[in-house]
């Protein structure tokens, strides 16, 4: 399967349960050549729900949202960053484990039952990809996914 990249996001950004909550401001950037991506669509397209909706949550009043995909070396790269509340650096190493959330009391009213990034991070290795995150507290947070392409 081929995944329109650029479709996929435009309907998950237009999702309504992402303005529900708070101000949210999308910044979407794809390159030429990361428009198409050999990709499962519904577990590929739950992926990135799941990114979209952790930087809905973990972010103060408003937020901004930055997706971009570019091409590198045979991999597409796509990026999902928020100006949200960070992951502390001691953490990053546990937030794609089964259950896992950060016992931060930032978090504590935010509801949610630590599955979403295990499973995130299990699509993207089903496809021979990696997924990272980037973090800095109360800065940003951005996770990379890495796909090969063909
Ligand atoms: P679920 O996704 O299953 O509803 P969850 O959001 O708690 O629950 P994950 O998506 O697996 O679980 O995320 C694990 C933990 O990583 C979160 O509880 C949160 O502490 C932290 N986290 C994830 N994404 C972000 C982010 N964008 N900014 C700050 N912290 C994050
Ligand atoms: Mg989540």
Redesign the pocket.
């Known amino acids: 399967h081929d995944v329109d990249v650029t479709a996929m996001i435009d309907e998950i950004v237009s999702m309504e349960k992402f303005r529900a909550v708070k101000p949210v401001q999308f910044n979407i950037d794809i390159a030429e050549g990361v428009k198409q991506v050999p990709a499962d669509p519904l577990h590929f397209k739950n992926a990135l729900i799941?990114?979209v909706?952790?930087?809905v949550?973990?972010?103060k009043e408003s937020v901004t949202i930055s997706i971009t995909a570019v091409k590198e070396s045979g991999f597409a790269c796509i990026t999902?960053k928020?100006n949200?509340?960070?992951?502390p650096s001691t953490?990053v190493k546990?937030?794609?484990?089964?259950?896992?959330?950060?016992?931060?009391g930032d978090?504590h009213n935010?509801?949610?039952?630590?599955?979403?990034?295990?499973?995130?991070r299990s699509v993207i290795e089903a496809h021979g990809g990696t997924i990272t995150?980037n973090?800095e507290i109360n800065v940003q947070?951005a996770?990379i996914i890495s796909i090969p392409l063909k």
């Open positions: 799941n990114l909706d952790n930087a949550k973990y972010s999902v928020d949200g509340i960070g992951i953490e546990n937030v794609f484990d089964k259950f896992y959330r950060v016992p931060t978090l935010v509801k949610g039952s630590g599955l979403g990034l295990s499973y995130v995150v973090s947070t996770f």
